[in-house]
Every structure is written in C-alpha cells, then in structure tokens.
T-cell receptor
Framework: GAVVSQHPSWVICKSGTSVKIECRSL??????MFWYRQFPKQSLMLMAT?????????EQGVEKDKFLINHASLTLSTLTVTSAHPEDSSFYIC???????????FGSGTQLSVL | QKEVEQDPGPLSVPEGAIVSLNCTYS??????FMWYRQYSRKGPELLMY????GNKEDGRFTAQVDKSSKYISLFIRDSQPSDSATYLC????????FGSGTKLNVKP
C-alpha cells in the first residue's frame, strides 16, 4: 500500500506552546488529507479535511484557530496545535487519499502530551 | 444517531477460530467501506476496501457489505495470535466515519 509518513511520533510540550505535526505522502500525490484525533480506547474523530491549495474544512466543534492546517503541496500537510493545553493531549493521526479517496492510508500517528 | 456503530468487544477466540466483526451504518449514501487494523499507539493499517455492495476476499480475510441492511462484516478464517489487534470499520463517501473499533484477542 501507499506510504504516509507522519512526524514526530511523539512530542511533549509545555502548556501555551505551539506544536507542528507533519504528514507526508511518500509515493503518491495526496489531493486530500484528513486529520483525526483519537482518545484512548475510542475511535478516530475526524477533525478536518484539507485539499491542496485551499483552506481546510473543519468538522463541527473543532476550533480552526487552534488547529491550524496547511496543505501547501500534494505531498505535505501540517497540523499546528496553537497555544496547547493539557486537554489537547491526544493521539493525532493523518491520512491521505489520492485522486480516489476511497482508499485512505494513515500515518503512524503523533502522541501529543501537554504538561 | 451515529454514522457508524461497532461493538467494542473485547472479543477473545482460540487460535484457528473464525472471527466475525460487524458494523452498522446509518446513511444509505455511503459507497465506500473499509476495514482497518490498529495496534496500540499506531496508525490504522488498511486491510480491506469495498465499493458498493458484495463480497471481497483476500487470503484469510473476507469483507461483506449488505447495503439493504446497512451492515458490513469482516471475517477472519484460521485466526492467528498475530491477528490480535483492534479492528476499525470505516464508511463514507467524500469523507469517512470510523467505528469505535473491536478489540480482538486470539489466544494460542
């Protein structure tokens, strides 16, 4: 299957700082990328959908000013958690689809811990 | 109403057993149905993907979609301890919704 690289795999930061997570599609052009959040023993919650070159579409209840998404190229999307707080601590996962989004390939996830 | 419902389990079976995992969904417009396997603190791995209805087989895995009942299934034959993981179903069209995952434990 296609390869999606997510970096970093884990990050610990102080409350009030910002954290950037990168998601790269290594062997295909990702027209669309999705960002998910997953709490322990729970399913993936879609946060936003980003299309290359346009603004991300956020799901209801997700603060777009807090979770900044940039999809500047067909192979890279970034999620920046701004002014992180302990309640933002979670497992964040990106996924990418090509021209046919019926197949989603996931990154390995980023465990964010905010102290 | 949730877009997709999945029994969280856990499901514990002996090695060699046939495993049946299921999800129900609410929107008849959903066209794409996927099953993922996820190990703890890792990203989900795509196992099976089906468009519209019908069956699809890949080795020990069979995915079934019954659109009339809005019901999807994943069968695992000759289950192995290495199959122990959480299995997530996903349904959708332009965007995708995930079940809560079923934790499977295959005992040697």
């Amino acid at each position: 299957g296609a390869v999606v690289s997510q970096h970093p795999s884990w990050v610990i930061c102080k409350s009030g700082t910002s954290v950037k997570i990168e998601c790269r599609s290594l062997d295909f052009q990702a027209t669309t990328m999705f960002w998910y959040r997953q709490f322990p023993k729970q399913s993936l919650m879609l946060m936003a959908t980003s299309n290359e070159g346009s603004k991300a579409t956020y799901e209801q209840g997700v603060e777009k000013d807090k979770f900044l998404i940039n999809h500047a190229s067909l192979t890279l999307s970034t999620l920046t958690v701004t002014s992180a707080h302990p309640e933002d601590s979670s497992f964040y996962i990106c996924s990418a689809g090509g021209t046919g989004v019926e197949k989603l390939f996931f990154g390995s996830g980023t465990q964010l811990s905010v102290l | 109403q949730k877009e997709v419902e999945q029994d969280p389990g856990p499901l514990s079976v002996p090695e060699g057993a046939i495993v049946s995992l299921n999800c129900t969904y609410s929107n008849s417009a959903f066209q794409y149905f996927m099953w993922y396997r996820q190990y703890s603190r890792k990203g989900p791995e795509l196992l099976m993907y089906t468009y519209s209805s019908g069956n699809k087989e890949d080795g020990r895995f069979t995915a079934q979609v019954d659109k009339s009942s809005k019901y999807i299934s994943l069968f695992i034959r000759d289950s192995q301890p290495s199959d122990s993981a959480t299995y997530l179903c996903a349904v959708g069209f332009n965007k995708f919704y995930f079940g809560s995952g079923t934790k499977l434990n295959v005992k040697p």
